[in-house]
């Protein structure tokens, strides 16, 4: 079992609002820069390209945020690599374009979309979440993207649908193998996946989303374990059964489905009840659903949350 312990960040790595401006205002003169020549070929590159007007969101925390460096550096993406610095190191395993998604299953009107609609579906928002890993540590994360719901509702989803499945894109030519039954997909049920919080994200930190956080769209559901975000989607699928997920498969004593951020349901080989915020020294508690507690509680009413974990 591939779960590690995250290194320590220095709060110092912590990004203000002041650096990110200027991060931002440096990537705008480098890529005016290097179009006119004046910077060696590639140094542009390295910066992500904008996604222009984004809307703030009022679902965003107000919680400071990790550090860019922090964010795009220690990464769990094992397709591209199983520790925490691999992904971002291995980001040529992984053509980001053209890209399509295509939405099947219990639907009416399915679709594939090319990425490029996806970005004009709904305007963009800023989403700043808390993101909790099950290893054990946490992150605050400015999101970019549009509501999961959004897409579903051009797809039309029968009546019969209960379900909606996620499937990352996978090239065994270039990725890794083992480790997990590729591609690897997650799920959530329909109501979770129609709820205002999920995203459909396709940035961070007002530009596009770079390749080892799931480029160039991913799935982002603050009040789970990070492992229920798919990454690099390429297929939207409805169903009737719960589809079995990838964690599902590796460790179902282990990985449940709903995965619901809980400090009450231990994994069976450590403790959920806090966790450590990338960038600082001390632990704290973690919250109940990712403290999304007063948004999601009602979804899970009636439910055991320790059998249902």
């Known amino acids: 079992m591939l779960i590690r312990h995250p290194d320590d960040i220095l709060p110092s790595e912590i990004t203000t609002p002041r650096l990110y401006q200027e991060r931002r205002r440096f990537m705008s003169l480098a890529g005016g820069m290097a179009l006119a020549g004046i910077l060696p070929a590639g140094t542009a590159h390295a910066s992500p390209a904008s996604l222009g007007p984004i809307l703030k969101s009022p679902l965003s925390t107000s919680e400071g945020q990790t550090s860019f460096k ?99 894109h996978y090239d065994k030519a270039t990725m890794t193998r083992g480790v997990l039954d590729w591609p690897y997909n997650e799920a959530l049920r329909l109501d979770e996946a129609r709820h205002p919080l999920t995203l459909l994200a396709v940035g961070l930190y007002g530009e596009l989303l770079p390749t080892q956080n799931g480029a160039p769209l991913r799935l982002v559901v603050p009040w789970k374990y990070g492992f229920k975000s798919g990454k690099s989607i390429v297929a939207i699928r409805l169903t009737e059964k719960q589809p079995v997920t990838a964690w599902m498969k590796a460790g179902p004593s282990e990985y449940g489905f709903y995965s619901n951020v809980n400090p009450e349901v231990d994994h069976p080989r450590w403790s959920q009840a806090t966790e450590r915020r990338i960038g600082e020294f001390s632990k704290r508690k973690t919250l109940m659903f990712n403290g999304y507690a007063d948004q999601v509680a009602s979804l899970y009413s009636g439910m055991d949350l320790r059998r249902n974990f």
């Open 70 to 168: 922090a964010v795009t550096t220690y990464n769990n993406y094992y397709e591209l690599g199983t520790d925490k610095e691999d992904p971002a190191q291995n980001t040529h395993r992984l053509k980001t374009s053209p890209w399509t998604v295509r939405v099947e299953g219990l639907v009416n009107k399915p679709r594939t979309f090319g990425i490029e609609e996806i970005l004009k579906l709904a305007p963009l928002e800023e989403r700043i979440y808390r993101m909790r890993c099950v290893e054990g540590w946490s992150m605050v994360i400015p999101w970019v993207g549009i509501p999961l719901a959004t897409l579903l509702k051009l797809a039309d989803p029968q009546g019969s649908a209960r379900f909606v499945e996620f499937v990352s």
